[in-house]
């Protein structure tokens, strides 16, 4: 077998790209779609697709997708309930259209993965939501931690005390979900999952080999790249730093070598508490909460109620 080149995008990476790619807007509006589709499958790269709840979302559609290659279905649920999802949603009939696609995914063996907004607004409604997808062989809840940026600003986030409370929840569940239970943008629940399995008498090898440590060290800008509709190479879709643009710069080499993405490499150059927190190597903060909160990329993620002691290792 081949070596892998120094830094390249594992496979999990490549797929996180992928995703972000996605965010460009409804996939399914794009009449090259599956054209995409059949290049980036000639490629070896894995597809996954997450399309809006819209009446272009038929089964008809799933089918296509499913038989052109398609490896992975994403969908959005904010609410357990019509009321709920669609009031968060703001479109009447999204969760009707969400549900429809979970069982079509079912019956075409899709695997799922639900992407879950967490807000002061939709926090308590976690565990109703967690119920209802447990109806559903879907193979991962994804709970994005809102930054309060663009659509997110009518939202609330929960505070740094109520977030801490959540991931604390999560980490229960997680144990027992017949589903992968991650977290987005709250790296700090690395940090909860490792007190949470130290008290569980874990060693630090057996921290290591946990299910939770496959996204040690993957954070906004180190693992994660986000293009914009306009070509901007951004460390991710919430942090709006261009370090170049793909019309005219090597996504590889703004990756590997530009200032900002060496930086965000790094977490020594964090200012978060700091730079001197113990989980800075495994959890490193939100970068693009850090940017929302304070226009500086490499500062405290808000979000985290650790106060930090000078040693650097999980075990
Ligand atoms: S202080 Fe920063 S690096 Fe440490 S756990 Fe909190 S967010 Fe993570």
């Known amino acids: 077998m081949p070596f892998a080149a120094p830094g390249e995008l594992t496979f999990d990476q490549g797929v996180g790209l992928l995703r972000q790619i996605s965010m460009f807007g409804d996939p399914m509006r794009r009449k090259d779609l599956f054209d995409l589709i059949d290049v980036a499958r000639r490629l070896s790269i894995p597809v996954s697709i997450t399309p809006a709840a819209t009446p272009a979302l038929t089964r008809e559609m799933l089918e296509r997708l499913n038989n052109s290659g398609v490896t992975g279905l994403g969908l959005s649920l904010d609410g357990s309930c019509p009321e709920k999802h669609d009031g968060i949603r703001g479109v009447p009939g999204t969760f009707a259209r969400t549900m429809d696609a979970l069982r079509w995914a079912r019956d075409l063996g899709m695997p799922v993965r639900v992407n879950t907004l967490v807000s002061a607004e939709t926090a308590p409604d976690l565990p109703a939501i967690h119920e209802v997808l447990k109806q559903y062989p879907i193979a991962r809840w994804s709970l994005f931690f809102l ?22 929840w999560i980490y229960g569940i997680a144990k027992s979900s017949p589903f992968i239970v991650a977290t987005t943008e709250a790296p700090s629940y690395r940090r909860v999952a490792i007190n949470e399995m130290r008290a569980e008498g874990l060693t630090g090898e057996q921290i290591k080999r946990s299910p939770a440590a496959r996204s040690f060290g993957i954070r906004d800008g180190h693992g994660i790249v986000f293009i914009s509709a306009t070509g901007d190479i951004c460390p991710a879709g919430f942090l709006p730093v261009p370090a170049g643009n ?48 304070s226009g500086d990329p490499l500062g405290q993620d808000p979000l985290c109620v650790h106060e930090p002691r000078q040693s650097a290792t999980i075990g």
């Open 147 to 168: 930054i309060a940026v663009g659509r997110g600003a009518v939202l609330e986030p929960l505070d740094a005390a109520a977030a801490e409370h959540c991931m604390e």
């Open 246 to 293: 793909i019309r005219k710069d090597d996504l590889v080499d703004i990756y590997r070598s530009s200032p900002l993405f060496t930086a965000l490499h790094d977490p020594e150059t964090f200012h978060d508490r700091y730079g001197v927190c113990e989980f800075r190597h495994v959890c490193g903060g939100s970068r693009a909460r850090a940017f929302s909160a």
